[in-house]
């Protein structure tokens, strides 16, 4: 639960996802018993020559990054579940991202850690004492000039203030009774700004010669729209397109605090799961999978296009002009003036839109961007996703799907379905499945395809609860969905639906 508090504005979302690649055609039979792989994602046009442009990387070392975050971010997820309370936060090391490090604050946990596949470091604070200690420098400096930046350091186990008066702020701090210990001030001139004034990254006119970006598409029951920053518009202020003709009107506005809006269009606008990536063409969004620390990301924008970078650290807090702003991330992403609600995105992942931030894309910067779940939440809205519409939300029974199997697992183990084989889809299509164990275990859900050697992992649903559900758009072959128990013993009901 956010500590903001939520006020009823609205915002419109345009998001693209990112295309997994196409499996060659199947010779022969798949046999069952293949072990599962990494899926290889193909990254959307223009992202390996802005990670090579704006990271210095080669082509070669941008794709390595990108294939060691999508095998590592499912070992960070299990970890992060397993330490619960002795997570201290994790983070990716090295310029291809070749490991993955994990906090806890008990030594006991580093064999697990390691056998996961991850670097075990321990630490005196946890990630949930952390977000407290920001809590607290926040109110603490709530009417102090200086210290505009705040932030949790997963790394160096602390809350950093960034301010261009650091003694006046660790007086502000120690006053409070804040743990100096858990505290470092940084001196910085850094002055994050909103960048409003001048598409997801498209641009958008609310009035004469304000300019934004729209964040990504979204949809409220049948009214369709696309999220952006709360500092575009307020509530009831209508909006113009690219093309200068009526687009809609803003239904919620939040800031400063929160810094996001939702936007209701007209049926002249239709939302598509795209984002610009500033050279003519556009990439897909999948879902909304929340990326750690030390991530790629890329930024689309009306005015600056399409720039990379990493995710540095998360539940940062910003005081602009206008008044603190909380719980957005930070990133080494550039931005201007108009990219303000433009889309943050992590492979074929929404991140969030971009609030404001400092320095420009000439001689580079710091941008922070709201993260898209919160949005999503308060306002009660649906990304559009590359997925389509997935079956309704699963009520414990996976009803209303044409095929079902049921099994049983104990803590650990696992099962591909449907019955230790696969099926064969002839057409392109939506591939549905539902899961349902019982409460207090930790199942997933994987949807395979078969590559001509092997099977990738085309979608996956792996949230800490017993039940999943996955909706994943795919050419025609064969497929197979593996469910393994993270945690707990219990039966389980798949039910799917083929194209």
């Known amino acids: 639960m956010s ?7 609205g915002c419109v979302l345009t998001i693209t996802a990112l295309t997994l690649t196409a499996a060659p055609a199947v010779a022969t039979s798949p046999a069952v018993n293949a072990s599962a792989v990494l899926a290889v994602r193909q990254p959307p046009p223009g992202m390996l020559e802005a990670f090579q442009r704006d990271l210095g990387l080669t082509r070669e070392q ?33 310029i291809i991202a070749q490991s993955l490090v994990v906090a806890t604050t008990d030594s006991a946990d580093i064999p697990q850690i390691v056998a996961a596949g991850g670097r075990g470091e321990v630490v005196s604070r946890s990630l949930a004492e952390l977000d407290t200690i920001v809590e607290q420098v926040d109110a603490a400096l709530s009417t102090h000039p200086n210290g505009r930046v705040r932030y949790v350091d997963v790394k160096a186990n602390k809350v950093v203030i960034l301010s261009d008066a650091p003694s006046a702020t660790r007086d502000v701090i120690e006053a409070a009774g804040v743990n100096p210990v858990a505290v470092r001030v940084v001196p910085s001139d850094e002055r994050p700004r909103p960048l409003s004034d001048l598409q997801g990254g498209a ?5 004469v010669t304000s300019r934004c970006s729209v964040g990504f598409s979204v949809t409220r029951g049948t009214q ?32 400063p ?45 009306s005015a600056t296009g399409w720039h990379c970078g990493v995710i540095q650290q998360r539940n940062a807090s910003v005081t602009y002009p206008q008044g603190e702003v909380s719980e957005v991330t930070r990133t080494n992403v550039c931005a201007e003036p108009g990219d303000s609600g433009g ?16 320095g420009d894309c000439t001689a580079g910067g710091v941008t922070y961007f709201q993260p898209i779940g919160e949005i999503l939440t308060t306002y009660g809205l649906t990304l559009v996703t590359t997925a389509g519409n997935p079956p309704p ?55 395979q395809k078969w590559n001509g050697r092997g099977w990738d992992t085309v979608a996956t649903s792996d949230s800490p609860s017993p039940d999943e559900k996955i909706s994943y758009t795919g050419p025609p072959g064969y497929y197979r969905y593996r469910v393994p128990s993270s945690n707990g013993s219990s039966p389980y009901t798949l039910g799917y639906r083929t194209p």
């Open 203 to 207: 641009p958008y006119y609310v009035g």
């Open 62 to 94: 941008a794709q390595t990054r990108l294939l060691n975050e999508a095998r590592l971010r499912p070992v960070e997820a299990k970890l992060r579940r397993r330490l619960g309370s002795r997570f201290g936060g994790s983070w990716y090391a090295g």
């Open 257 to 301: 605090d929160n810094d996001f809006a939702w936007v209701a269009v007209n049926a002249d606008w239709t939302p598509k799961p795209l984002v610009d990536n500033g050279t003519g063409g556009t990439v897909t969004v999948a879902g909304s999978k929340e990326a750690i620390e030390g991530a790629s990301v890329c930024r689309s924008g």
């Open 3 to 9: 500590r903001r508090h939520v006020i009823t504005t």
């Open 393 to 447: 939300p699963n009520t414990g029974t996976c009803t209303g799907y044409p095929q079902t199997v049921t099994g049983t697992l104990n803590s650990e183990q696992s099962a591909y379905q449907p019955n230790n084989r696969y099926y064969r889809s002839t057409v392109t299509g939506v591939h549905a499945g539902c899961l349902d164990a019982d409460d207090g275990v930790d199942f997933d859900l994987y949807l």
């Open 343 to 358: 889309s943050f995105i992590s492979i074929d992942q929404a991140q969030g839109v971009t609030s404001g931030g400092s």
């Open 224 to 255: 369709n729209g696309f999220v952006s920053a709360g500092h575009c518009g307020k509530a009831g202020s209508a909006t113009t397109g690219f093309n200068q003709v009526a687009q809609g009107v803003f239904q919620a506005s939040h800031f």
